[in-house]
């Protein structure tokens, strides 16, 4: 059973880069079956889609915050990792790593998600 | 670009059957069939229940189907119990994913 987990810092200060990293483990990264993915949710507000990176490197990633997005992958180490950078009280949110297939085009295993809080 | 628009709640009672809608725009579910839907519980993982518009993946209850007709689809939940209570998202893939801002269900 594949299995995703967040970590990294929790609370993040004002302009300061926000990093995290999504242990993966249960299965492979090495597949162009898949993609991995960022999602996160504002308190009280929906999900959305930061940005996704194959096991090469390739990244897609959400106009909205793709000036500040920079995703990257270790898959030796099977895990990837997201760098937003300049970071507001508005990127305060519940960040979800989870995998994406190429082939139905859905995330089908997600981690439990880290609250990280952006302080002024 | 906008997220997918859908109601912010609807409740039913138990045994009941109600349906969310996700309404987005020809370019982001008319012309493609590439919509899910996810149900998330509070403190856990979203958890993927349609893809393709109304594909259920194995293990998924036969209570929960999904349909699209033109720029709107919809998730149908049927004999709904109080498990289901949750919050529920589309999601459309068209080269860039959007969810939708997802609906609260509530079980009376």
């Known amino acids: 059973q594949l299995q995703l987990q967040e970590s990294g810092p929790r609370l993040v200060k004002s302009s300061e880069t926000l990093s995290l990293t999504c242990a993966v483990s249960?299965?492979?990264?090495?597949?162009?079956?898949?993609?991995w993915g960022w999602i996160r949710q504002p308190p009280g507000k929906g999900l959305e889609w930061i940005g996704s990176?194959?096991?090469?490197?390739?990244?897609s990633y959400s106009p909205s915050l793709n000036s500040r997005v920079t995703m990257s992958v270790d898959t030796s180490k099977m895990r990837f990792s997201l760098r937003l950078t300049s970071v507001t009280a508005a990127d305060t949110a519940v960040y979800y790593c989870?995998?994406?297939?190429?082939?139905?085009?859905?995330?089908?295993?997600w981690g439990q998600g880290t609250l990280v809080t952006v302080s002024s | 670009q906008s997220a997918l628009t859908q109601p912010a709640s609807v409740s039913g009672s138990p045994g009941q059957s109600i349906t969310i809608s996700c309404t987005g725009t020809?370019?982001?579910?008319?012309?493609?069939?590439?919509v899910s839907w996810y149900q998330h519980s509070p403190g856990k993982a979203p958890k993927l229940i349609i893809f393709?518009?109304?594909n259920r993946p194995s293990g998924v209850s036969n209570r929960f189907s999904g349909s699209k007709s033109g720029n709107t689809a919809a998730l149908m939940i049927s004999g709904l119990q109080p498990e289901d209570e949750a919050d529920y998202y589309c999601?459309?893939?068209?080269?860039?994913?959007?969810f939708g801002g997802g609906t609260k269900v509530t079980v009376l």
């Open positions: 989870a995998r994406w297939t190429n082939f139905h085009w859905l995330f089908d295993y």
């Open positions: 249960g299965g492979t990264m090495d597949s162009t079956k898949y993609y």
């Open positions: 990176i194959s096991f090469t490197g390739s990244t």
């Open positions: 020809r370019s982001d579910i008319g012309d493609y069939n590439y």
């Open positions: 393709e518009v109304s």
């Open positions: 999601s459309s893939y068209t080269g860039r994913i959007l």
